[in-house]
Structure formats: C-alpha cells, structure tokens
Nanobody, 124 residues
Framework: QVQVVESGGGLVQDGGSLRLSCAAS????????MGWYRQAPGKQRELVAT???????EYADSAKGRFAISRDNAKNMVDLQMNSLKPEDTGVYYC??????????????????WGQGTQVTVSS
C-alpha cells in the first residue's frame, strides 16, 4: 500500500509563487518516479512535471522556465516550486507516485498512487 499526501496549495495573485509538497508513505521498496499533474475545471488532467529515480525531469511546455521539480529521496518527497504563476495555472494539483511495494503475496509490484489533490488558484 502506498499513500500520497499533498500540501502547499492556496490562493495567490498573478505573478506570485507557491511551493507544493508531496510525501509518499507505506511499505515502499523503491520509488521509480514522482510527479505533479493538474486538472482545471472542465478539462482533462494534464502532466505538469515529473522526476524519475535517476533525476531525469520532464515539464509541460507551459511550465518550462517557471516551475521546478525536486526530490528528497530520503524522505520520499517531491516538491514543485511554481513561480510567475498565471491564472491559467489554476486547478487542482495531484501528486503521482510510481513505486515498487510489496503486494499481499509478498512479491514486489509497481503501484501508481495519487494524492487527494490540492487547490491552486491564481487570481488576475
């Protein structure tokens, strides 16, 4: 079982900054990747940024140059620093974790876990 908890969302003005944090817990053997996705009202969930176990990062085009994702492997945490926020960044941000953890059988398997989401609102 893998649990994911996000924090750091809130209301900011256009051009402001927020730092989102995500913590994974459970009987985790290894985290392969962590990332952030967002979903605006009436739109599909989209990738914002991901970081793999080897440190490789990927960003949505809209996030490049403004957002930065980082990991704290010892704490199974990932942060998303968001600068120069725009109203179009508004949405619910979800933390995603790809991890290897014991299944009920005791064998390792890959889990894809999502947090409950944290609201980010950028006012114009």
């Amino acid at each position: 079982q893998v649990q994911v908890v996000e924090s750091g969302g809130g209301l900011v003005q256009d051009g402001g900054s927020l730092r989102l944090s995500c913590a994974a817990s459970g009987s985790i053997f290894r985290i392969k990747a962590m990332g952030w996705y967002r979903q605006a009202p009436g739109k599909q969930r989209e990738l914002v940024a991901t970081i793999t176990s080897d440190g490789t990062t990927e960003y949505a085009d809209s996030a490049k140059g403004r957002f930065a994702i980082s990991r704290d492997n010892a704490k199974n945490m990932v942060d998303l620093q968001m600068n120069s926020l725009k109203p179009e960044d508004t949405g619910v941000y979800y933390c995603n974790v790809m991890a290897q953890a014991p299944a009920p059988t005791g064998w390792l398997r890959e889990y894809v876990a999502w947090g409950q989401g944290t609201q980010v609102t950028v006012s114009s």
